[in-house]
């Protein structure tokens, strides 16, 4: 799968992206990308909601800041609990687990965002991001997951300036993938190590 078609590295400038599609989904996780994205889509005018689906492996505190972003910039947010440890092919920690959550997550979104007339749904993946580092991307090539902020050729510290400048509070705030990350690898994911592992960050 060649990841650089897919996923384009400065072919269409932001302004250019929100003109062509005003009204899109967005993947909001309630980190500093998709919230900078969700900030410069309103300042343009754009009409977008945001979906998050929260499961076991983000801090209940990613909740706090989406609703946060979310009143702020003044879009709409669609919180989706979801069981990820019910996802055999995802709690049994393969390498290409990444692939699977993807999957599931924004499967789940697909289905709320299409439900509620959507047909272009968008991420905060950006131009530092490497597929030879992110199995996600081929999860998101095959659902069709466009990435605006990647589109425009934007770094991760590009995409924050972007967000500070149009006043959205996350803009800095630290990256953080999720707790699985932090499991011993091939160990299987249960709501115990996946406890162990949210236990480094108290």
């Not at 749904?121 to 490497?130: F, H, P, Y």
């Not at 932090?182 to 190590?193: D, H, I, K, S």
Request: net charge negative; with cysteine; proline share 6%.
């Amino acid at each position: 799968m060649d990841f650089e078609q897919l996923f384009p590295v400065g072919v269409e400038s932001l302004e250019d992206f929100f003109a062509r599609v005003p009204r899109f989904a967005v993947a909001f996780s309630g980190g500093a990308d998709s919230a900078c994205l969700l900030g410069a889509a309103r300042a343009f005018g754009c009409q977008e909601k945001a979906y998050m689906v929260k499961t076991a492996f983000q801090p209940d505190a990613d909740v706090e800041d989406a609703r946060a972003v979310a009143e702020e910039c003044g879009v709409p947010l669609e919180v989706i609990y979801a069981d990820v440890l019910s996802q055999p092919q995802i709690t049994s920690n393969p390498p290409d687990r990444c692939y699977h959550c993807k999957t599931f997550i924004f499967g789940t979104i697909w289905d709320h965002a299409r439900s509620d007339g959507f047909d272009v749904l968008c991420d905060g993946t950006n131009a530092t991001d490497s597929p030879a580092r992110r199995p996600g991307f081929r999860a998101l090539a095959e659902l069709g997951v466009v990435s605006p902020l990647r589109r425009a050729g934007l770094t991760k510290d590009e995409v924050r300036a972007v967000g500070r400048s149009v006043g959205v509070s996350l803009a800095d705030k630290p990256s953080f993938s999720c707790y699985a990350v932090y499991a011993p690898a091939g160990e299987p994911l249960t709501a115990a190590v996946l406890e162990e592992a949210a236990a480094r960050f108290k």
